[in-house]
């Protein structure tokens, strides 16, 4: 299990739940009825581990969590009420949690997630509708998609550093991010609203590494979103140039 799904799993432990983990080699028993369905995968094996949950389990208990997470991938997947956990702590195997800001969470399963999470005194929050929901996890994206792209761009550092030295990079990069994820959503969301809280995200830990091993396979899934959404995204496509990347789903 990755350090996420342990993570919950603990939470909904110490609540006296019953935790069964589903790892690939895991053959599914649809005769469960789970209360929830944590989907703790990285975001390349998301559609894969959506298309080996059980119809029956998806109208209602699926919680996804990833990062670049939109609406799409759990429409197209079947998933009709997704409660969704937009993480703000990260894990790192022998090392503490690192909490950047209050989690937010939203959908069926929301009291389930606040409770384990609360368990192991993690700040959480539940969303007030879909509307905020959306906007965190816009915000989190932004904040994920800027930070990694920036990184091929500026090498390796912390985020308090690119705060302030290439801030005007972070703002055109998130820019771009807002308007892709505003394509793909249909709706419109404030700017400069989003900008401000990818600030607050940069300088929760400035200790914290912007990008990582993650950042060029980020960039190609971005590319590849702005290529089906026909938006413009000149920077990121510069600094794909520059680093001979090119989009990939």
């Known amino acids: 299990m990755g350090q996420l799904g342990r993570t919950l799993g603990e939470g909904l432990l110490l609540n006296g739940i019953t935790v069964t983990p589903i790892l690939r080699s895991t053959l599914v ?3 469960l009825n789970p ?7 990285g975001e390349d094996d ?3 581990a959506l298309a080996k949950i059980p119809q029956n389990w998806k109208e209602h208990s699926v919680v996804l969590l990833q990062n670049e997470l939109l609406p ?6 079947g998933v009709t009420r997704p409660t969704i956990f937009v993480v703000w702590f990260e894990r790192k195997p022998h090392k503490p949690i690192t909490v950047l800001l209050p989690s937010r969470v939203y959908g069926p399963r929301q009291d389930v997630i606040i409770s384990a999470m609360d368990r192991l005194g993690i700040a959480c929050e539940r969303a007030r509708d879909e509307r905020e929901i959306f906007t965190e996890l816009l915000i989190k994206n932004s904040y994920i998609w800027a930070t990694n792209i920036a990184s091929l761009e500026v090498g390796k550092m912390t985020t308090g550093q690119l705060y ?18 505003s394509r793909i959503m ?5 700017e400069q609203d989003i900008f401000s809280r990818v600030i607050q995200a940069l300088l929760a830990d400035t200790s914290h590494n912007a990008g990582g091993r ?36």
């Not at 801030?167 to 820019?175: A, G, I, N, Q, R």
């Not at 249909?186 to 404030?190: H, K, Y």
């Not at 971005?222 to 789903?249: E, G, M, S, T, Y």
């Open 35 to 41: 209360e929830c369905v944590v989907v703790a995968t």
């Open 186 to 190: 249909g709706e419109s969301f404030d």
């Open 164 to 181: 302030e030295e290439h801030l005007p990079l972070v703002e055109t990069l998130v820019k771009e991010s807002v308007a892709l994820q």
């Open 29 to 31: 028993n649809t005769a």
């Open 72 to 77: 799409p991938q759990w429409r197209e997947n």
């Open 46 to 48: 998301l559609k894969a």
């Open 214 to 249: 993650s950042a060029k396979r980020r960039l190609e899934r971005f590319l590849a979103q702005a290529d089906q959404f026909d938006v413009p995204v000149p920077k990121a496509q510069a600094i794909a140039k520059h680093n001979q990347i090119v989009a990939r789903a």
